[in-house]
């Protein structure tokens, strides 16, 4: 019997460069405890939280307030609504958009005029520019495929598990962000890191023969 691993698709908008950051994400890479969505810009990131009962907790930035916003939901409701969206406490506006991929992407898109309908309203002019910004291209904007980052997530996981990531920090702290196309792995005192490529199945194949990642 083949088992479907259950997924759905999160996105929100960066409050630092504008652009929208989506991503497929699978039950199997849930199942540790902290998740994180970061931005190309590198300036914010959402991260998934797992919680007790079988529920997860998602804190997501703002392009509205600039805070960041911190919801809890049951497993169910994450991986089975066809749309989930979490808006701003302080204006209305969404900031985070869950659900299937079709319907995020086009949840992300009307969030976008949105956004630029009241940029306007206060007097930017340049809305439009600041949402799209110039190193932002269409392979940014490709959904990872969940298969793919279930695969590389399982296979970090295995690397930490049996002490076979190294760095030169005397006391390493590994930790791993999703980027759009990779996932970056990094140890958070000395900053060592390294990207695992994460577009196709070829990708995840080549990291399944990894038996040892060296940071740098």
């Known amino acids: 019997m083949i088992i479907t691993p259950k997924q759905t698709c999160i996105a929100y908008r960066c409050p630092r460069c504008g652009q929208g950051i989506k991503s497929v994400v699978g039950i199997f890479s849930l199942t540790g405890n902290k998740m994180k969505l970061k931005c190309t810009c590198g300036e914010s990131e959402l991260v998934i939280d797992r919680a007790r009962e079988n529920k997860y907790t998602i804190t997501a930035p703002c392009i509205m307030c600039g805070s960041d916003h911190k919801f809890t939901l049951a497993a169910n409701s994450f991986f089975e609504k066809e749309l989930f969206t979490y808006p701003c406490t302080y204006t209305g506006v969404d900031s985070c958009f869950i659900g299937q991929a079709d319907k995020v992407s086009k949840a992300l898109d009307d969030n976008e ?3 630029i309908e009241i940029y306007k309203s206060i007097g ?3 809305a439009e520019e600041m949402l799209h910004p110039q190193y932002e291209d269409e392979e940014d904007e490709e959904i990872q495929d969940t298969d793919v980052l279930d695969t590389v997530i399982f296979v970090l996981r295995d690397l930490l598990e ?6 030169n ?3 390493p702290e590994y930790d791993y962000t999703l980027c759009n196309g990779y996932v970056k792995v990094f140890c ?3 900053s060592a890191s390294a990207d695992i ?3 196709g199945k070829s990708d995840a194949d080549k990291f399944l023969e990894c038996y040892e990642l060296k940071l740098k």
């Open 113 to 115: 005029k949105e956004v």
């Open 124 to 126: 930017v002019e340049d």
């Open 162 to 167: 049996t002490d076979s990531i190294k760095c």
């Open 169 to 171: 920090c005397d006391s």
């Open 188 to 190: 958070k005192n000395c």
């Open 197 to 199: 490529p994460s577009r």
